[in-house]
């Protein structure tokens, strides 16, 4: 049940922001929306290293 919610968290929250990076380096050739269905577990993967990597840098720039 947990890996369930896990897994709609992972798709709902870092899917949209990681289709919208894999769309952009995609050169815009596909539409959104077929970037956003094609490969969901890739899309919530780079979402959230994309959110963990702005958290970083603002951490280390809040210290300076």
């Known amino acids: 049940m947990f890996e369930i919610l896990v897994e709609i968290f992972v798709y709902l ?22 970037v956003y269905n094609t490969d969901s577990y890739t899309n919530g993967f780079i979402g959230f290293i994309s959110f963990i990597l702005i958290l970083t840098i603002y951490v280390i720039a809040k210290q300076l």
């Open 13 to 34: 929250i870092f899917g949209f922001p990681g289709a919208f990076i894999r769309w952009i380096f995609k050169f815009r050739k596909h539409s959104f929306w077929e």
